[in-house]
């Protein structure tokens, strides 16, 4: 039985939570102590809060006084309800909170049933409970429950970077699946910007939104995650870093960006995306032919149909690069020009390589270099491209770790390249005034 045990600021957010589950008949409050539990079964929140208000000082210093902990069983083990809720009362009682007042509430979201309590680490006298060795003394509770119920004895999942990256099932744990794909992508892959830690994820049906504001006067700087259908749409509620793990967060993803620039070396992606440019006759050839050299290219077009930006992603380095970095003769403007325009295109002998002169450009941190370079002129996208709107996304924050004063935290960030969206909005403004007229 595996425990995780989270531990913040925000009652509301935690009984938000799991209450909503509880109301759209994703779970079962099981339990509780010291709080009162509707007799209809539907969870009002604000009753809950003022419950657990009763038993906890008005005032002090603990500023994470909020418990939130799951109690995960192996898969093979079965158990009632009933036995859900022993096992919780007997890890509280041994974990030195069975006297405190708390939910237990049984999760059936998802096909491994699993206990999730909400309790606090204070008592009414405002003294802090005993939180030493908190998770050591945890993990050593769930080995005695295992050994005393004969559970099976489950571990946690341990990642390696040359495990298999599943898209999102949206029927599973879409929280882990997450998880275990950004994990996974920062194991594996160098990339230098959101822009191209975004390209990457997009490919398991992942998103990457950093979230600027400020929380009691204090800036803050995040992530938040969504899981999308093959679309881009968002399939359920966006997950902060935080309930993700330290490698999901801002902190350890810019790292990375940081550590790549010294790693990453873009010549042999150069090459090879330069020899397939030179042999391509169209746009879907390209994207072909690199696939068959094991890079992928991520191309963003505007509404119009034109491409605005182009990632390449070469499985063989591990690498993830905006097209600027490779050069401008492989920007988004180049690309866009070469397969929208047929006088671009290769002499008919595919022995003749077309020459390519790649001036030496060393990466740098962030998005920085524009895909975008001068504006030309727009070409109409040829037959059959498929067109992207690019759009703001509006999302619901279910995290029940937000402070509830603390809404102005989520400001949406920047997904790409800022260069390439201030080229796509001066496009979009040429279309609204119409051509100019001369007199």
């Known amino acids: 039985m595996v425990a995780k045990i989270s531990i913040g600021s925000s009652l509301y957010g935690a009984l938000s939570y799991n209450g909503e589950k509880m109301n759209r008949d994703e779970g ?3 339990g509780a102590n010291k709080i009162i539990l509707p007799a209809d079964g ?62 237990i509430y049984n999760h059936m979201d998802i096909d491994r049933h699993h206990i999730h309590i909400v309790t606090v680490n204070v008592n009414e ?32 999942e341990k990642i ?20 275990n794909t950004v994990k996974i992508v920062g194991m594996r892959y160098k990339f230098q ?17 950093p979230t600027d504001g400020k929380v009691n006067g204090r800036e803050y700087h995040g992530l938040v995650y969504f899981a999308t259908d093959d679309s881009g749409k968002t399939i359920a509620t966006p997950f902060k870093a935080s309930r993700l793990g330290k490698f999901a967060s801002r902190t350890a993803i810019d790292g990375r960006f940081e550590r790549a620039k010294e790693k990453i070396d873009v010549a042999p ?55 600027s970095r490779l050069g401008k003769e492989f920007s988004a403007n180049a690309i866009n020009e070469r397969f929208s325009n047929p006088a671009n295109a290769p002499i008919n002998s595919p022995d003749v390589v077309a020459p390519i002169v790649v001036p030496p450009i060393e990466p740098t941190l962030g998005d920085t270099h524009s895909d975008t370079a001068q504006e030309p002129a727009v070409n109409q996208p040829s037959s059959g491209q498929h067109q992207h709107t690019v759009t703001q996304s ?23 390249n800022p260069d390439e969206e201030e080229f796509r909005r001066r496009m979009q403004r040429k279309k609204e005034r119409g051509p100019r007229h001369r007199f």
């Open 269 to 323: 992606t150069k090459r090879k995306v330069a020899d397939v440019i030179a042999h391509s006759t169209d746009k879907a050839d390209f994207i072909s032919k690199l696939k068959q050299r094991n890079i992928d290219v991520v191309l963003r077009y505007t509404e119009e149909g034109r491409i605005y930006g182009v990632t390449f992603i070469d499985h063989n380095t591990m690498t993830v690069l905006n097209g």
């Open 42 to 103: 539907h969870i009002d929140i604000a009753r809950m809060v003022e419950n657990f208000n009763l038993f906890m000082p008005k005032t002090g210093r603990t500023k994470k006084p909020v418990l939130h902990i799951s109690l995960n069983p192996h898969p093979d083990d079965k158990l009632t309800e009933q036995q859900y809720e022993i096992l919780a009362r007997e890890y509280l009682d041994k974990l030195g909170f069975g006297e405190q007042p708390f939910i």
């Open 125 to 156: 006298q405002g003294k802090r409970l005993n939180q030493d060795f908190l998770f050591r003394r945890s993990k050593k509770i769930t080995t005695e429950l295992e050994e005393k119920y004969n559970l099976h004895k489950a571990q946690r």
């Open 193 to 209: 910007s959101i822009g191209e830690y975004n390209a990457i994820l997009s490919f398991y049906n992942v998103r990457c939104e």
């Open 394 to 416: 509006v999302y619901d924050f279910g995290d029940y770790d937000l402070p509830i004063p603390g809404l102005d935290l989520f400001q949406q960030g920047q997904s790409f």
């Open 28 to 30: 079962r409050v099981l």
């Open 160 to 179: 390696s970077p040359d495990m298999p990256i599943r898209k999102i099932d949206s029927s599973g744990d879409i929280k882990h699946q997450v998880a």
